[in-house]
């Protein structure tokens, strides 16, 4: 591979090596008018130019404009800011498609040094952006003009200027970012939303006065503006100023000006046209004051810790030009850093990578002791250039360190690292700078490990009021997420739900307590657990929401709740909706359409005692997915929840439920935040396998048993199952005998048959579970039902339904 690099370098000069590397290294840069500046310069470098520049058509093509130019005053070499496109320049033969290279002895090089009458001049004008896309003019004095080196390097920079850049018509109908086109007989100006945002002004609010611009200077900067932006007092060519514009929320802001005056004709106006940009970088007279001001307004709103370390960073690394800070906690003697700036591991020392554990390394604090005295100490350090610090300090700062402890009272929070890596002179003003951070930084930084600490806290509590895991449903799959609020620490109360019921049913519940405190978050999880008892009971969707909100309102609480339940059947694809002042589910079925669905809703629980819950259908077709979410999700202040809805829609339509996990991910992605949020999706598959079922109604006769062991063998002989029936057959005459007995009210036998497993339970109208005799004696004349049932049985149990409980067998049938 050497060989082969080294046969195709052997071709060009060292020259044009650098030449092709230095403009592949400006190709990486943004796009700016600056970028175009910085590869006409290269012209002036590696080709010997006296003059580089770019022109571009107008809009209707008839002219080409100058765009960008470099080197000595264009004056001096004759060239100008515009040519006719169809004329007969070497700048037109270019912008046609052609390479023109002229030299002192060719009419057109000589009607330029006409121009110039003492200077024999060479010109070079090549195309860019193919044909019609303009062209770059190159003029150089030098004897002989460009050779072929030059040549190379001036085809390079054409290719440079080509698509990557992109250029503004100069009539200025096309803005560069950053660029402006200002009409100078009527004082109307043409600029982008990013100059706008410089001069702290609303894109509707800007009138496209010049004036209403002029009126933000500072008064003292208006005579150098006045002479840019008035033609009376500037010739045609560049000008560069820097001035400053007043502002309601600090110290008024440097901007640089770049711009040059473009001649008018043919009913056209002259225009000036340019470029503004924050030069506040590049000035440092921002006080001292004014940045404790910025660091203390900063922190006040800073809540985590990562938030006080992002104000740190933003308060003092670009001011004071330092080129790393790190900012760490104090836990248990060791330090855990949460801000590295910059946040690459090859910008901090070797030693500290080697530490790298997740996002920040923990702070090697058994390798720097004399980072421990500065903390034991307990006041800021500083190093200058060469100190004598282990290597772990030393490469933080090789040019000037600075250590400062971050105290709070008597505690020590956590530390500050400041380096450069040129040698850095410390100030008397900036070490009390860096002092006064240290104390602001400090006390920010206990209130946010307070801070973090509840919230970890709330976040357990509301973690443990929610379900650990949600259960495996036959045919369907359910995923649900919940975010806590990133506003303050309140509690939520959003909760969610996933319940498997008897005969294949599964209750989707999902719900909001009004208010954000641990009331709500404590009435959430008692509400939560009433429904899933009043569910598990059998009881109807309507029964089971207008018990809770019984509930809700015998509790006497100043809180109200809504909720929505959904009873959905797995075996017949089928689910009755119950609304209590929620959000609808969003159905979205298998060909990608989504629907609100139009359920009916009761009022919120806990309001009205004697409310009615009326029960909507929803017909679930397998593939189709129900998504049930809190307003969290869908509810902004700056949207209502109609439109939030209707995006959330969208989103669930755009989505690919083949896998659930992904999609409530995406779909938490655009949360506002301001509220908690909870969601719970499930995929309806539908059942591989449905059950055989079939039920009898046990009449109080004198042949009652006899008649429910005739049903049950004439329906497992009806299904194929005519093997091992003795010990159901035996079972079915304990429990009916056991329910016509000890109980009163109608009586229900249920057979069900899955696979090879057979369950057949009797329905009472009796709340009492049946005991299990410890020992029976000889004498006994009963109790020996519920033993015979165990013994022939592979399980046995008993459950609540409602009105009463329901008393169950399993049998593993023989293949």
């Known amino acids: 591979m050497a060989s082969v690099v080294g046969e195709g370098a052997a071709g060009r000069s060292t020259r044009t090596l650098r030449a092709e590397g230095a403009l592949t290294a400006i190709a990486v ?9 910085r590869i006409l310069e290269q012209a002036l470098v590696f080709a010997g130019a006296e003059v580089a520049a770019v022109y571009t058509p107008s809009v209707d093509g008839e002219v080409l404009h100058l765009v960008e130019s470099v080197g000595v005053p264009r004056i001096l070499c004759g060239v100008r800011d515009s040519y006719p496109a169809s004329g007969s320049s070497p700048v037109a033969g270019a912008h046609r498609g052609r390479p023109v290279w002229l030299g002192p002895d060719d009419p057109a090089a000589q009607a330029q040094s006409r121009r110039v009458p003492s200077r024999d001049l060479h010109l070079a004008a090549l195309p860019v952006r193919g044909d019609g896309g303009g062209c770059l ?11 072929a080196d030059d040549r190379v390097c001036l085809g390079l920079v054409a290719d440079a200027l080509a698509p990557p850049v992109p250029f503004a018509a100069a009539d200025g109908t096309d803005l560069q970012p950053g660029g402006f086109s200002l009409a100078m007989d009527t004082g109307r100006v043409r600029v982008g939303e990013d100059i706008l945002e410089l001069f702290g002004l609303e894109p509707d609010g800007f009138d496209g006065r010049v004036e209403t611009l002029l009126g933000l200077a500072v008064p003292e900067d208006l005579p150098s503006l006045m002479s840019v932006v008035e033609a009376d007092h500037m010739t045609i060519g560049e000008r560069e100023l820097e001035f400053r514009v007043l502002r309601s929320d600090g110290p008024p802001k440097w901007l640089r000006l770049r711009g040059r005056l473009v001649p008018g004709g043919a009913g056209r106006p002259a225009r000036l046209v340019g470029s503004v940009a924050d030069a506040s970088t590049l000035r440092s007279d921002i006080t001292d004051v004014a940045r404790i001001q910025r660091l203390a307004a900063a922190l006040a709103t800073a809540v985590t810790v990562r938030d006080v370390g992002k104000a740190v960073v933003a308060a003092l690394r670009r001011p004071l030009r330092a080129d790393r800070i790190a900012l760490a906690e104090l836990e248990n003697e060791r330090l855990v850093v949460t801000v590295l700036d910059p946040p690459e591991p090859e910008a901090w020392p070797e030693l500290w990578r080697a530490e790298w554990r997740t996002e920040w390394p923990d ?11 500065a903390l034991r100490e307990g006041r800021a350090r500083i190093w200058l250039a060469d100190s004598p610090l282990e290597t772990a300090l030393a490469e933080v700062g090789p040019g000037g360190l600075a250590a400062l402890p971050l105290s709070a009272g008597n505690r020590m929070a956590g530390v500050c690292l400041i380096g450069w890596d040129a040698p850095h002179d410390f100030g008397p003003d900036e070490r009390a700078l860096l002092t006064a951070a240290a104390g602001l930084a400090g006390q920010a930084l206990m209130r946010a490990r307070a801070f973090d600490a509840e919230h970890e806290l709330v976040g357990m509590l509301q973690r443990q009021l929610l379900p650990r895991r949600l259960p495996r449903l036959p045919g369907a799959v ?3 997420r919940y975010l806590p609020s990133t506003a303050g620490l309140e509690l939520g109360g959003d909760w969610y739900d996933v319940i498997p019921l008897a005969d294949n049913h599964v209750a989707l519940v999902i719900g909001d307590v009004q208010g954000h405190s641990a009331g709500a978050a404590t009435l ?7 429904l899933r008892a009043y569910a598990v009971e059998g009881h109807p969707p309507d029964v089971v929401v207008s018990h809770a909100n019984r509930l809700l309102v015998d509790m006497e609480t100043d809180l109200f709740a809504t909720c929505c339940y959904v009873d959905v059947d797995m075996e017949e694809g089928f689910a009755w909706c119950v609304r209590a002042g929620h959000l609808p589910p969003v159905l979205r079925h298998p060909d990608g359409r989504t629907e609100i669905a139009e359920a009916e809703g009761g009022p919120p629980l806990g309001v009205v005692r004697q409310s009615d819950f009326p029960m909507s259908p929803l017909g679930l077709r397998p593939g189709t997915t129900v998504a049930l979410t809190t307003d969290g999700l869908v509810e902004s202040p700056d949207s209502d929840i109609d439109e939030g809805m209707s995006r959330f829609a969208r989103q669930l339509s755009a989505s690919d439920p083949a896998d659930l996990g992904p999609v409530a991910d995406a779909l938490l992605g655009e949360a506002p935040r301001s509220d908690d949020v909870a969601l719970l999706l499930m995929r309806y598959d539908g059942m591989a396998a449905r059950p055989l079922r079939e039920s009898w109604t046990v009449w109080r006769v004198p042949q009652a048993v006899g008649h429910a062991r005739r049903f049950t063998r004439r329906t497992l002989r009806s299904w194929g199952v005519t093997a091992d029936t003795d010990g159901a057959l035996l079972a079915v005459s304990e429990l009916v005998t056991n329910a016509l007995v000890h109980t009163e009210g109608q009586v229900r036998l249920d057979i069900t048959l899955v696979d090879d497993r057979l369950r057949l339970a009797v329905a009472d109208a009796s709340p009492r579970t049946p005991v299990k005799p410890t020992s029976i004696g000889w004498e006994a004349t009963g109790g020996r039902g519920i033993l015979l049932v165990e013994a022939v049985s592979a399980a046995w149990g008993t459950l609540p339904v409602s009105g009463g409980k329901q008393v169950w067998a399993e049998f593993v049938l023989r293949p």
């Open 29 to 37: 840069t943004p796009e700016s008018p600056e970028r175009v500046r």
């Open 137 to 147: 003019l190159a003029v150089c004095e030098r004897a002989g003009g460009f050779d």
């Open 363 to 373: 702070a090697p604090v058994r390798a720097m002791p004399t980072l421990a005295a």
């Open 478 to 480: 359910a995923v649900a």
């Open 524 to 530: 959430m999880g008692q509400m939560r657990t009433a």
